[in-house]
């Protein structure tokens, strides 16, 4: 399964939980409701209902004026059980191996003696590293995000630039969402040897038209 293959159906298994949640805790939940607790278009909130009514997990009973009632089935509450176990497994799983590759990262950059470093991508993973970077002597300088965040990631300023970073000896590309452009973001600011990564986050370093230019040479 490839990685996108993963991270869809991560999606799916966590927005399913997330449906079968809302009606567990509430048989007179809206879709609209749902769809806001979730953060998802209310089209995919309605389309994850009409398939779980059809696999069985939730009864839908109608009920004046021009409302519905959603009920978790005997299935439901198995399904929810077995989904809830698989994601917090999933979780664990990333948790422990995102720790043991920002561990290693951060110690080549303190073996390297490149002190100050910047995490280059806001969320989980750039939290993840923020805890590791406790165990070396080092200063983090601050996380690169979409946009600037006044209350910061885990105690470090959230910049939406570069340059708002300051001056610094290593970057890590902590980006979950789009690890590929972060590390085109900011390489050429560094030497290519002090843009580091998890390889969980599959980096290619050597985009296509470089090795066609190196072949032809």
Request: contains cysteine; glycine residues 10%; charged residues 25%.
């Amino acid at each position: 399964m490839s990685k996108s293959e993963q991270a869809s159906a991560g999606n799916k298994t966590e927005i399913t939980l997330g449906v079968l949640e809302a009606v567990e805790e509430n048989s007179a939940v809206t879709q609209r409701s749902v769809a806001s607790e979730l953060g998802i278009a209310l089209g995919l909130t309605n389309a994850y209902l009409k398939r779980c009514i059809k696999k069985g997990l939730i009864k839908v009973n109608q009920i004046p004026p021009n409302r519905y009632a959603y009920y978790l089935t005997p299935k439901g509450f198995a399904e929810k059980s077995r989904l809830t176990a698989e994601y917090l497994s999933a979780s664990f799983t990333f948790f422990r191996r995102a720790r043991t590759q920002c561990e290693a990262i951060l110690s080549e950059c303190a073996g390297q003696g490149w002190r100050r470093v910047a995490l280059i991508g806001d969320g989980d993973l750039a939290e993840i590293a923020t805890l590791c970077a406790r165990e070396f002597d080092l200063e983090l300088v601050g996380v690169l995000g979409d946009a600037p965040a006044p209350s910061g990631r885990a105690g470090l300023p959230v910049a939406g630039d570069l340059d708002a970073l300051g001056e610094f000896d290593v970057a890590v590309i902590t980006d979950l969402e789009n690890p590929q452009g972060a590390f085109e973001r900011v390489r050429g600011r560094l030497p290519e040897a002090r843009v580091l990564a998890p390889a969980m986050l599959r980096i290619r370093r050597t985009t296509s038209g470089e090795n066609a230019t190196r072949s032809g040479r």
